[in-house]
């Protein structure tokens, strides 16, 4: 079974700025995936950002990063420059390589100021 | 190309009233998925389907739900009756399927459902 778990309920930053939502995970898999999603009022759940476990170099897609730490089992997210539209509920989820349903967090709503 | 397409967008229904929705997933998406999202949490599956095949139903209360994938295509799921805690939006997603990379999966906008 895999769990995740998303200790911030909600952040904020101001416009232009960085900032990294936390993420941490547990499973027993040893080939897995992580993923962030964004999902923004419309409620469509829109991927940001993927990234394999076995893997060492840390995934990036833009303005977009994260840090993944697998001996820590933890996956952060750091959004630079950050824009209006980045405004949203972000959801951490994993994936294993034997199964396919997605196994989310409870979500970090990020507030962006400007 | 067209995302995944989801009916009715929002649904108000009395309690113990019948309710159905409705997906189109990604035309060539052989795995379809039904998540249910409390509010305030992140989406737990429901149902997975691979093509016709109900591959992992062990987290749908069979009491009052039930699914179907006629030809492998369109979804439907269905709550008979609903209660009040049924009250949350239903997501819809396809991946390409078993033995892709990633096997990533693309969501629909969801259905809000309000029980009374």
């Known amino acids: 079974a895999q769990t995740v778990t998303q200790s911030q309920p909600e952040m904020s930053v101001q416009e232009a700025e960085t900032v990294t939502l936390s993420c941490t995970y547990d499973?027993?898999?040893?080939?897995?995936?992580l993923f962030w999603y964004k999902q923004p009022p419309s409620r469509q759940m829109i991927l940001v950002i993927r990234?394999?476990?076995?893997?060492?170099q840390n995934a990036t897609e833009n303005r977009f990063s994260v840090n993944f730490q697998k001996a820590a089992k933890s996956f952060s997210l750091k959004i630079s420059d950050s824009q209006l539209g980045d405004a949203a509920m972000y959801f951490c989820?994993?994936?294993?390589?034997?199964?396919?349903?997605?196994?989310f967090g409870k979500g970090t709503s990020l507030l962006v100021t400007p | 190309e067209a995302g995944v397409v989801q009916s009715p967008r929002y649904k108000i229904i009395e309690k113990k009233q019948p309710v159905a929705f409705w997906c189109n997933p990604i035309?060539?998406?052989?795995?379809l998925y039904w998540y249910l999202q409390n509010l305030g949490q992140g989406p737990e599956l429901l149902i997975r389907?691979?093509?016709?095949?109900?591959?992992?139903d062990s987290q749908l209360p069979k009491d009052r739900f039930s699914a179907e994938r006629l030809k492998g295509v369109d979804s439907t799921l269905k709550i008979q009756p609903a209660e009040l805690g049924d009250s949350a939006v239903y997501l819809c997603?396809?991946?390409?399927?078993?033995?892709?990379?990633?096997?990533?999966?693309?969501f629909g906008p969801g259905t809000r459902l309000t029980v009374l």
């Open positions: 035309s060539g998406h052989n795995t």
């Open positions: 389907y691979e093509n016709e095949e109900a591959v992992d």
């Open positions: 990234q394999e476990a076995y893997k060492q």
């Open positions: 989820a994993s994936n294993s390589n034997s199964g396919y349903a997605l196994n």
């Open positions: 997603a396809s991946s390409l399927g078993q033995g892709t990379p990633y096997n990533e999966q693309f």
């Open positions: 499973t027993s898999e040893s080939d897995y995936y």
